[in-house]
């Protein structure tokens, strides 16, 4: 029983991952670059959210509806501001941009909110489903259920819409996008857009099981190793590879000394980058001369 | 006489001291096939590129079918009816055929987010009539075998024709090829000059060509501009423009 139990928090945990590594990946799909924030959009998502439900007084629904339009306006507006001038630019500059972004929302919210920690009110804590056994909080309930349904709406758009297929063809080959008619610069500003939305359900589902504070973030690099467990370049080895780490990192946590947990991710990063350094679902091809 | 289909005013382009394109003034009529030769150098690909709206002109006007277009994005070109091609195709390589030909389609899909998530009959009928054209190019350009395989594989000359295939998709008044033999063999080369011909006959697709290949530039065009050193040199029938003093002066060197 206790193996199920454990099971079931690494899977909820898994999905926080998994939620924040699809931002990564739907960034570096569409624009080839890597955006080191995404974990401090989560930070910000949850900080929004409490704004908007805490200190608004908005209901919990609205609020979340609030948090996610609010996050990916500001998704668009650092793509405007501070990535769309570097369009030509080496990757490692971009990177360092996004690497300072983070530092720049950390201390935003500590700035803003204060750096003691904050709860985010909502109709999850508490209450807990009992099958035989094994209990599940509500709150991890809502983490997977978020994801499972965040994943079949994401896979339709992607697959049926002409707004999906057109993102998939402007990070595909921009050239030959924008001459069947694809706004290729609109179609990044909502490609942020849509991460950004990403991260604030991660931040509005991760807020009941963890506390909101600046630094919370930082589980943006575990998710970072996630992506590239999956293959980076794959929205289900995304959620796939955040699995993994969470899983792992749960059995980790009671079968290996103290200390551990905290490294299982960087381990399985490593084997992973030892036996297949292509990623569970390679997408990424070698570029051809 | 009818209007010109595209008409370039004094159109101007530098790079850093270079003129690339150097106040070139042209008409294409409808239905022409129009061929831009020149030295390597001489400025057909940035006079290209400026047509197809990948560069801004520092100065002049592009004006296509009565509209000015300098000044429109290159993403909105498809929709008014202007398609191109690459020397070095441009597609998308992960996708098959028939999904990289579909995509021609995309300029003209009418429907709506929720519709498509639901997959209304409105959008089921629309999936039909694009399937309908893309069939009608496939059989066009004799690329039934290659529906259902993904770029990657395919051989070099197979992609130059899926590019055009997808091209043709949009189904555009104006069809802007960029060196549509380059690393094509004599044989391919040779089947260029009859699909241009099929494109220009049974699309009623107006064609503008940058090319080496002087017999297929002979073969296919109505008639020839020569650039050199950005600027216009002679416009002509193929047969005259390569007899033309000048011409062969921007060729040969003095």
Known sequence: M?????????????????????????????TEMVNFAQGDMMMLGAYLAYTWINIAGMPFVLGVVATIVSLAIVGVLIERILLRPMIGEPPFAVLMITIGLGFMLRAFAGAVWGTETKAVSNPFSGNVIRLGDISIGYENMAIILGTVILCALLFAFFRFTRLGIAMQAASQNQLAAYYVGIPVKRIYSLVWAMSAALAAVAGVLVAPISLVEPVMGFIGVKAFAAAIVGGFGSLPGAIIGGLIVGIAE???????????????????????????????????????? | MSEALLSTHSLSLSFGGVRAVDDVSFEVMPGEVFSIIGPNGAGKTSLFNLISRLYDADSGDIVFDGQKISDIPAHRIAELGIARTFQNTELFEHETVLRNMLIGRH???????????????????????FRQVVEDVIDLLDLQSYRDQVIGSLPYGVRKMVEVARALCIQPKLLLLDEPSSGLNPEETEDVSHWI??????????????????????????????????AVVAIGAPQDIQNHPEVRRAYLGD
Request: hydrophobic share 50%.
């Open chain 1, 250 to 289: 749960q059995f980790a946590g009671l079968y290996l000394p103290p200390g551990f947990a905290d490294t299982t991710a960087y381990a399985i990063l490593l084997i992973m980058l030892f036996l297949r350094p292509e990623g569970l679902f390679a997408t990424m091809q070698k570029k051809k001369v």
């Open chain 2, 107 to 129: 300029v003209h899909s009418r429907t709506n987010l929720f519709s498509e998530l639901l997959f209304l009959p409105s959008v089921a009928r629309q999936e039909l009539a």
């Open chain 1, 2 to 30: 206790e193996v199920l139990q454990l099971l079931i928090s690494g899977i909820s945990q898994g999905c926080v991952y998994g939620l924040i590594a699809m931002g990564f990946v739907l960034i570096y799909k569409a």
């Open chain 2, 197 to 230: 011909e099929d494109v220009s006959q049974d699309y009623g697709a107006t064609v503008i060509m940058v090319e080496h290949d002087m017999s297929l530039v002979a073969r296919a065009s109505s008639r020839v501009m020569a650039v050199a050193d950005g």
